[in-house]
């Protein structure tokens, strides 16, 4: 499911850094998810939106808001997205927004092969970390397409699985199997990385990370379709990045 929070910043604009993600990201998951599952390493199953604003202004170190805008969260968790709804203020980066406004976001028609894209300012983030060094790698479809389809096919089954954990009924009714952990493992998930890609540099605390904006074309069971409209694609979804949209290019007259 996916809410739209329709937000107005109290003081008429708002100013983010411009590595915003992370508090933007992390100040949803908070408010949402009360237990503190953020600290963690199970895979996140939600995702949240950059900033949706018409007036909207990136300056060197900054990210301007002015008027009303919303974000969008995504989460496989009911109860998280209803949460939510008990807040009336969100205070971001220092920045107080009144939240005047909560409206479901109808679902696309699910197929088999979907091409989804990231919009302005977000970003998708694909790598890994060895266990033993604890060294990370970070990847990204132009220069790394093998690995970053790799990557993004095998976080979508670690997501599936913890999808089964959490929500077990639904997972059964999704995959209309009694064991849709098995389920998964006899199905084909293929991901199209593109052939072009924008980077965007971003800060999780004083890390600096690489993330990417482009189009996925993702190949797979209608469940998993489903699951990437919950929660998204790639790692740190709790970190703000991972929110993705469908791509249906305009129709020519």
Same mark, same amino acid.
């Given at each position: 499911?996916?809410?739209?929070? %329709?937000?107005?910043?109290?003081?008429?604009?708002?100013? !983010?850094?411009?590595?915003?993600?992370?508090?933007?990201?992390?100040?949803?998951?908070?408010?949402?998810?009360?237990? $503190?599952?953020?600290?963690?390493?199970?895979?996140? !199953?939600?995702?949240?939106?950059?900033?949706?604003?018409?007036?909207?202004?990136?300056?060197?170190?900054?990210?301007?808001?002015?008027?009303?805008?919303?974000?969008? /969260?995504?989460?496989?968790?009911?109860?998280?997205?209803?949460?939510?709804?008990? %807040?009336?203020?969100?205070?971001?980066?220092?920045?107080?927004?009144?939240?005047?406004?909560?409206?479901?976001?109808?679902?696309? =028609?699910?197929?088999?092969?979907?091409?989804?894209?990231?919009? /302005? %300012?977000?970003?998708?983030?694909?790598?890994?970390?060895?266990?033993?060094?604890?060294?990370?790698?970070?990847?990204?479809?132009?220069?790394?397409?093998?690995?970053?389809?790799?990557?993004?096919?095998?976080?979508?089954?670690?997501?599936?699985?913890?999808?089964?954990?959490? =929500?077990?009924?639904?997972?059964? /009714?999704?995959?209309?199997?009694?064991?849709?952990?098995?389920?998964?493992?006899?199905?084909?998930?293929?991901?199209?990385?593109?052939?072009?890609?924008?980077?965007?540099?971003?800060?999780?605390?004083?890390?600096?990370?690489?993330?990417?904006?482009?189009?996925?074309?993702?190949? #797979?069971? /209608?469940?998993?379709?489903?699951?990437?409209?919950?929660? $998204?694609?790639?790692?740190?979804?709790?970190?703000?990045?991972?929110?993705?949209?469908?791509?249906?290019? #305009?129709?020519?007259?």
């Amino acid at each position: 499911m996916r809410v739209r929070l %329709h937000l107005s910043p109290k003081l008429g604009e708002a100013i !983010l850094p411009r590595g915003f993600h992370y508090v933007v990201g992390s100040t949803i998951h908070t408010l949402s998810d009360p237990r $503190g599952r953020h600290t963690n390493t199970d895979p996140r !199953l939600f995702s949240v939106s950059p900033p949706l604003w018409k007036d909207i202004k990136a300056e060197d170190q900054k990210i301007r808001l002015k008027g009303n805008g919303s974000i969008i /969260l995504c989460s496989a968790d009911t109860n998280q997205l209803n949460r939510i709804f008990n %807040h009336r203020e969100i205070n971001i980066a220092g920045n107080v927004f009144d939240l005047f406004r909560a409206e479901l976001v109808d679902e696309p =028609f699910f197929e088999l092969a979907m091409t989804w894209r990231v919009p /302005l %300012h977000g970003g998708i983030i694909t790598g890994y970390t060895e266990k033993e060094t604890k060294k990370k790698y970070e990847f990204t479809p132009v220069q790394f397409p093998s690995e970053t389809k790799t990557s993004l096919e095998r976080n979508l089954r670690s997501k599936w699985t913890q999808f089964c954990k959490d =929500f077990s009924k639904r997972a059964v /009714l999704w995959s209309a199997s009694e064991n849709p952990v098995e389920w998964l493992n006899g199905q084909d998930i293929q991901v199209v990385v593109p052939d072009k890609n924008i980077i965007t540099i971003s800060q999780i605390h004083q890390t600096t990370v690489k993330a990417w904006r482009g189009r996925i074309t993702v190949m #797979a069971p /209608l469940p998993i379709q489903r699951l990437i409209w919950a929660s $998204g694609l790639g790692q740190k979804a709790g970190c703000g990045f991972g929110y993705v949209e469908q791509y249906r290019p #305009a129709r020519r007259e």
